[in-house]
């Protein structure tokens, strides 16, 4: 009987290390297609330019990249391109930076709201909208993201997939499940007792933590798995049963404790956080981007300027969940609960904004469709941003929170070619970048709707 056990678990080896063989050489592969469709050397014709690196707008540059990054940006008369030279005619269009939100759940689906759906999805649902939504998101113009909250450890393990070529979709910079009270935001409440979904019970699922010693164990338990970055309930949320949005869920210190932690290790830590002390307190505990932030004060906005703290305010969302969500079986409760927070959102969103803290963009996608992102530009700039600044969030601003300003979010020489273009001035009317139609990522074309004939190879 051992020695069948023993013959079977070798047999088990055997057969793990033949699939992660096999898969190992599927994905160097599929990684080497997606090398080759990068050309060594193309020239981007750009009629207008808005780089990122400030608020104007250049006309008839040449963007030059070389293989996956960004060589050269010059004016048109300064560049010489080699005959039979792979020329990309963007000179009717406006280009940018490929986009950033700092604030999305790949994973989850915004036709979900019906409670059972806490019983009914698996992991395995999670990650198949993951590999659709982030393809979605990419070709809405989004060739970063920001990942704040999903399953244990799906944001990682599809950043890696996209990493190597394996699927399609933007950069992720990737968290673990946001970390919460018993009882909290991340929570699962209101059930019977008896009822219980959990993937690591011995780990609370990496998400669930009431005191300094439990956090700082998750964060670097977390930071085990491969996280980029760590997420933390600071406050109730309006999505989950039985808590206030308003009511902080941590107190001070343990705030600090995630905080210093998470730094310790290298990472950055966003806080969700609509109510005010919650918001305060994350604040002075360090954390790098308050998100919601819906009932921030003056002391808070004071605060946030003060730590130099970024605001990630969702402000489009309230939208879909007010008239979209209720189709989908959203409860009463959570409907209140957004009804009660939204709109206060969006004036001080305002405020924030005249008080000079700093802003970047993200959306909560998930609670809408994924690929819809760019519909929250309309409200940064009703709420008072103009569209450079609000274009600004969602580049250079989105890549500094992000902490990723070395490689994204302007388009300058050493930095990767991520690159959209639109056909409508952006600047005039920022709604234009609900229509991105080219999409460049490292160097490679994931997305080009501009009419027939308008790209060309020069020969
Ligand atoms: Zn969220």
Do not use: W
Request: glycine share 10%; charged share 25%.
């Amino acid at each position: 009987m051992i020695r069948v056990i023993a013959l079977r678990r070798m047999s088990i080896v055997i057969f793990v290390l033949l699939t992660l063989t096999h898969f190992g050489l599927a994905q160097n592969a599929e990684a080497r297609a997606a090398d080759s469709r990068a050309p060594k050397m193309s020239y981007l014709l750009v009629g207008r330019l808005f780089d990122a690196t400030g608020d104007n707008i250049r006309e008839n540059v040449v963007i030059t990249i070389e293989g996956e990054r960004i060589k050269n940006v010059a004016s048109a008369g300064e560049v010489k391109i080699p005959s039979g030279a792979n020329v990309i005619d963007l000179s009717q269009a406006t280009v940018l930076p490929g986009l950033i939100d700092c604030h999305t759940h790949l994973g989850a689906r915004a036709d979900r709201y019906n409670e059972l759906y806490n019983f009914k999805d698996t992991p395995f649902d999670h990650a198949f909208a993951g590999v659709i939504n982030a393809r979605k998101t990419l070709e809405a113009g989004f060739t970063s993201v920001r990942d704040v909250g999903s399953d244990p450890f799906l944001a990682v393990d599809l950043r890696n997939s996209i990493n190597e070529g394996y699927l399609i979709g933007p950069r992720i910079v990737a968290s673990g499940p946001a970390i919460s009270i018993t009882g909290g935001h991340g929570d699962l409440n209101n059930f019977s007792p008896q009822t219980r979904v959990m993937m690591f019970p011995e780990e609370r699922d990496f998400s669930i933590a009431d005191s300094v010693d439990q956090i700082r164990h998750i964060v670097r338990a977390q930071e085990k798995y491969g996280v980029d970055v760590i997420k933390i309930l600071a406050t109730g949320g309006v999505l989950s049963k039985g808590d206030s949005p308003g009511a902080a869920q941590y107190t001070f210190e343990e705030l600090k404790a995630a905080a210093d932690t998470a730094h310790m290790g290298g990472r950055k830590i966003a806080a969700h956080a609509h109510g005010t002390e919650g918001i305060k307190n994350a604040i002075r505990a360090g954390v790098d981007s308050i998100e919601h932030a819906s009932l921030i004060d003056d002391e808070g906005i004071r605060l946030a300027k003060e730590h130099g703290t970024y605001l990630v305010m969702d402000i489009y969302n309230d939208d879909y969940i007010l008239n979209e969500a209720p189709k989908y079986g959203l409860p009463t409760e959570k409907l209140d609960k957004e009804r009660m927070v939204g709109r206060l959102q969006r004036e001080n969103f305002r405020k924030a904004l005249q008080a000079g803290v700093k802003m970047a963009f993200g959306t909560d996608a998930g609670v809408y469709p994924h690929g819809d992102n760019a519909r929250q530009f309309f409200y940064m700039v009703k709420f008072g941003m103009t569209p450079a600044q609000a274009i600004h969030a969602a580049t250079s601003n989105a890549a500094d929170l992000i902490g990723r300003s070395k490689d994204v979010g302007t388009i300058e020489p050493g930095k990767y070619a991520d690159i959209i273009a639109v056909n409508a001035d952006p600047l005039s009317d920022v709604r234009a970048l609900e229509h991105v139609d080219f999409v460049m990522k490292s160097g490679v074309i994931y997305k080009d709707a501009r009419a027939p004939g308008s790209g060309s190879t020069r020969n």
